[in-house]
């Protein structure tokens, strides 16, 4: 098994955080900005698909590996149920939508967070000097 490295649920943690924020700031844009100006690119599905894309490969890179080391059942449990919601967005629109990626992207940065605390992160061997 190779070993796990801490960078992965970092990138994780931000691409979820993506995905949140996605959500969250588009509705704010729409009453700054408006919806003629703002609207068409709302229609468009690349941002949900680019996000997902990555926000799923890191936890499948990430997660898995950091279950295997702990057993820990939360970061399995967090990790399945984030991708759960987040393709489920992909299927729906609306309220449902951002319930679903909203509820996935918390459990994907709650999982990459546990996964970053519980164990240590690799470090490289000491230099050895020699005098």
């Given at each position: 098994m190779s070993s796990r490295?801490?960078?992965q649920d970092k990138l994780g943690v931000m691409f979820s955080g993506l995905c949140l924020g996605h959500c969250l700031l588009t509705p704010a844009?729409?009453?700054l900005v408006g919806y003629d100006v703002f609207g068409p690119a709302l229609?468009?599905?690349?941002?949900?698909?680019?996000f997902l894309l990555f926000a799923l490969s890191l936890a499948?890179?990430?997660?898995?590996?950091?279950?295997?080391?702990?057993?820990?059942p939360m970061i399995a449990v967090l990790g399945v149920l984030?991708?759960?919601?987040?393709?489920?967005?992909?299927?729906?629109?609306?309220?449902?939508?951002?319930?679903?990626t909203l509820v996935g992207s918390v459990c994907?940065?709650?999982?990459?967070?546990?996964?970053?605390?519980?164990?240590?992160?690799?470090?490289?061997?000491?230099?050895?000097?020699?005098?």
């Open positions: 490295k801490p960078w844009l729409l009453v229609r468009s599905e690349w941002p949900h698909r680019i499948l890179l990430s997660l898995p590996k950091a279950w295997q080391q702990t057993r820990r984030g991708a759960a919601n987040l393709i489920s967005g992909l299927f729906v629109h609306g309220p449902l939508e951002l319930g679903f994907l940065i709650l999982a990459h967070v546990l996964s970053m605390h519980t164990i240590p992160a690799q470090q490289e061997p000491a230099a050895v000097v020699r005098s």
